[in-house]
């Protein structure tokens, strides 16, 4: 098993209802409103640390992307902290990621202070293919955006 990243795209005015509580944030999950969520299996930490050059710190909007956000449901009794971007940040965030081509993502590369910074999920980022690995879920990710941008939609992010 392991920590599996996720996006999941979310109309405003659903978005508002979720922070209103007048819906469920876990009956959204599960459905299939919005379409799919984005499955970025574990190299949602990796990529992370690729934009930001660095494990949990970062500045917005690269930080946004897939740590940034308040949360919808922090309550001790969750076992999924669920955060969300309103739609202007979903906005910046496609908008910085169009600048951000697989090369430039590449030069953040560093296996060896990646190891030291305790990036998940590679024991040793030295190991052949763990950037083609990360990069293999760049693309996607960032259509993903640029869909939830076009369409004015707000983005909530979460890791099981």
Excluded at 18 to 35: I, K, P, Q, Y
Excluded at 108 to 121: K, L, Q, T
Aim: contains cysteine; glycine residues 12%.
């Amino acid at each position: 098993m392991g920590m599996i990243g996720y996006l999941k795209r979310i109309p405003v005015e659903l978005l508002n209802a979720l922070l209103e509580g007048t819906a469920s944030v876990e009956d959204f999950l599960h459905s299939d409103e919005a379409g799919e969520a984005l499955d970025l299996d574990k190299a949602w930490h990796g990529i992370h640390y690729l934009l930001c050059g660095d494990a949990w710190e970062g500045e917005g909007p690269l930080f946004d992307v897939l740590m940034g956000g308040q949360p919808i449901n922090d309550s001790e009794d969750e076992e999924v902290v669920v955060r969300y971007l309103q739609p202007e940040q979903v906005q910046a965030v496609a908008q910085a990621l169009k600048e951000i081509g697989d090369q430039e993502l590449a030069e953040g590369f560093s296996p060896d202070e990646m190891n030291e910074a305790g990036v998940y999920p590679a024991p040793d980022w030295n190991d052949g293919g763990e950037l083609d690995y990360l990069l293999g879920y760049y693309g996607p990710l960032k259509t993903y955006y640029a869909e939830a941008a076009d369409k004015g939609e707000g983005m909530l992010i979460y890791v099981m």
